[in-house]
């Protein structure tokens, strides 16, 4: 057996933080890539004109997942029909709304369908398919009902400095207004429970919603914890992702977002 | 009474009686009917005699009257912003819902490509 360099944080650990580092033992699966039992897994891919990146990306899920749904967020290239070429689900929203409206309807779709445990993933390959099963595992066995993916825990290859210093911020940010300590607090690859799934309603429609999964946690009392993964950038994802700047507007929507309630 | 003050209290008042005949006939938005009235009443009171502003300002340590409506304006125009924000915000949370909706109801499953 290894040990995941992984944080558990307990609600119980609320009141006394010194205990809220605490290991997780990590089964005989442990990035050891797809498993007999990743049936009960459901992958789900919200994407936004990644026609290019998408087809590499579901080639790789689609080997070890037989439940992956894309959710095509309104694109205007082929990315819907790239999509339609693998084996997946395909959702496609008929205007742009964001990837946190993208994310609740991939998770309504798969929680309506009987989904025990789903995985958020990104479309443009920074992820690694082979991590899921490693990410997923403490939710299997109970341990969390939230396992979160850090790229700090674990390896962020090719992390700009200017993307390094707003993910930062953000931890600092989170700490500071959500009291989640926490050391990615914008990672895309996630796993949920179904309880903790059913227990989440992400209303931020756009960037915003990684801080408001966070709160939502919080607010519900979820059992959460880190994992270790690896994030791999690109040209091509560094160009076509978030720029630096529009941190300031995701502050703004998620404090908008809670003045609307 | 000078041409400006004649022409904006007939306005004022014309929108005053609308407000107060929507009062009696509709039991809906009551209390923010009500709020309306109450602005369009104080309005129509400072065009009538500017010096109650003034006589209001100097009451609450404000010193000009002109002042006192400057901040009043500032005020209503951050509130009507939030308002408008807040609005906005749950419009698009309501278009999210029926897009989700729709998307849904047309979930389409892929093949593979030797499928054809």
């Given amino acids: 057996m290894s040990l995941v360099r992984g944080m558990i944080h307990h609600p119980n650990y609320r009141t006394r933080p010194n205990r809220a580092k605490a290991r997780v033992r990590s089964g005989p699966n442990i990035g050891t890539g797809p498993s007999a039992a990743s049936h009960d897994i459901w992958v789900i891919v919200p994407a936004y004109n990644e026609g290019e990146r998408l087809a590499r990306t579901l080639r790789s899920l689609c080997i070890g997942y037989a439940n992956v749904v894309v959710v095509d967020d309104g694109s205007h290239d082929d990315t819907s029909e790239v999509a339609l070429r693998h084996p997946v689900w395909v959702l496609r929203h008929v205007i742009n709304r964001g990837q946190g409206a993208a994310l609740q309807t991939g998770l309504s779709f798969a929680l309506e369908r009987?989904?025990?445990?789903?995985?958020?993933?990104?479309?443009?390959?920074?992820?690694?398919?082979?991590?899921?099963?490693?990410?997923?595992?403490?939710?299997?066995?109970?341990?969390?009902?939230?396992?979160?993916?850090?790229?700090?825990?674990?390896?962020?290859?090719?992390?700009?400095?200017s993307r390094?210093?707003?993910?930062?911020?953000?931890?600092?940010?989170t700490r500071l207004f959500s009291q989640i300590r926490v050391t990615d607090t914008h990672n895309g690859f996630r796993a949920f429970s179904r309880h903790a799934a059913e227990s989440l309603c992400i209303r931020q429609n756009r960037m915003a919603h990684a801080s408001?999964?966070?709160?939502?946690?919080?607010?519900?009392?979820?059992?959460?914890g880190e994992v270790p993964v690896t994030i791999?950038?690109?040209?091509?994802?560094?160009?076509k992702g978030q720029s630096s700047w529009n941190a300031l507007r995701v502050v703004a929507q998620l404090v908008l977002g809670r003045m609307v309630g | 009474m000078n041409l400006f003050q004649l022409?904006?209290?007939?306005?004022?008042?014309?929108?005053?009686?609308?407000?107060?005949?929507?009062?009696?006939?509709?039991?809906?938005?009551?209390?923010?009917?009500?709020?309306?009235?109450?602005?369009w009443s104080a309005a129509a009171a400072a065009i009538v005699d500017p010096g109650i502003?003034?006589?209001?300002?100097?009451?609450?340590?404000?010193?000009?009257?002109?002042?006192?409506?400057?901040?009043?304006?500032?005020?209503?125009?951050?509130?009507?912003?939030?308002c408008?924000?807040?609005?906005?915000?749950?419009?698009?949370?309501?278009?999210?819902?029926?897009?989700?909706?729709?998307?849904?109801?047309?979930?389409?499953?892929?093949?593979?490509?030797?499928?054809?």
């Fill in chain 2, 53 to 82: 502003p003034q006589a209001v300002a100097i009451r609450i340590g404000i010193g000009r009257g002109a002042d006192l409506v400057l901040y009043m304006v500032v005020l209503a125009f951050l509130g009507g912003s939030l």
């Fill in chain 1, 114 to 161: 009987g989904a025990t445990v789903l995985v958020t993933f990104d479309a443009d390959g920074q992820h690694s398919p082979e991590e899921i099963e490693r990410l997923v595992e403490p939710v299997r066995r109970g341990a969390v009902d939230v396992a979160l993916g850090s790229r700090f825990l674990g390896q962020a290859v090719g992390l700009p400095w």
């Fill in chain 2, 84 to 116: 408008f924000c807040s609005c906005f915000v749950r419009l698009e949370r309501q278009l999210t819902e029926v897009v989700r909706h729709v998307a849904m109801q047309s979930a389409r499953r892929g093949r593979q490509e030797d499928e054809g």
């Fill in chain 1, 164 to 173: 390094w210093l707003v993910l930062k911020l953000g931890v600092l940010f």
């Fill in chain 2, 7 to 39: 022409l904006t209290l007939s306005v004022v008042t014309a929108v005053l009686a609308a407000e107060c005949l929507a009062l009696c006939r509709r039991s809906a938005g009551r209390k923010l009917r009500l709020l309306r009235i109450a602005v």
């Fill in chain 1, 232 to 239: 791999r950038y690109s040209a091509e994802t560094t160009a």
């Fill in chain 1, 212 to 224: 408001e999964i966070l709160d939502q946690i919080k607010e519900h009392g979820l059992h959460y």
